[in-house]
């Protein structure tokens, strides 16, 4: 009889519900590609200010860690568009992910400005946060706040990811470093 592989296990703090699904969309390739990960992305943060959320995250991957076990890679989703109001949090922001191992994933500006570079076209567009669902909803009218990881998987697919990929670093980083690599070689470069 043959043994269940065993899965590597990363933790992923979404600021909300939206991000939660993403890390699940993220989930369903890997599952797709028989890539031996599991994304626990289950509890969100409920958004906001960026330390407040890093800061539960961490919290909760500390507690997630002692009841099921250490994570290999750790990270945590944030929006840019908060940063810079305060050097000092800022700067915990960092500290507090260095000390923890996690890496940060950007939205820049936000979650909905992220989600539209994943679209052809639309690389390099930085629309302002404020603009930045208008300009969502022009390429994917039926997005909506915490949207699903199927509806995401279908309008997104692995082109999605891959296309986003070429001008989110953050992001491309992150997937290498929970084996995506092998799957996409063409992230390693």
């Not at 296990?9 to 939206?18: A, H, T, V």
Request: charged share 30%; with cysteine.
């Amino acid at each position: 009889m043959q043994g269940r592989k065993t899965r590597k296990r990363i933790f992923l703090g979404p600021e909300g519900f939206s991000e939660r699904s993403y890390g699940r969309y993220l989930q369903q390739i890997a599952d797709f590609h028989n890539l031996p990960i599991h994304i626990d992305c289950n509890k969100v943060t409920s958004g906001g200010e960026p330390l407040k959320v890093v800061e539960k995250s961490i919290y909760l991957l500390e507690r997630n860690s002692r009841n099921h076990g250490n994570y290999q890679v750790k990270a945590v989703m944030l929006d840019s568009d908060k940063l810079g109001r305060s050097i000092d949090r800022d700067n915990k922001i960092r500290s507090l992910a260095a000390e923890h191992n996690v890496k940060l994933v950007y939205s820049e500006p936000n979650f909905e400005a992220f989600l539209l570079r994943h679209f052809p076209g639309y690389e390099n567009k930085r629309p302002p946060a404020d603009a930045s669902l208008t300009e969502l909803e022009k390429v994917w009218p039926e997005y909506h706040k915490g949207i699903d990881a199927r509806s995401i998987f279908k309008k997104l697919g692995k082109n999605g990811l891959l296309r986003a990929c070429t001008v989110e670093d953050s992001l491309r980083d992150f997937l290498v470093s929970i084996g995506f690599g092998r799957i996409f070689p063409e992230l390693r470069n």
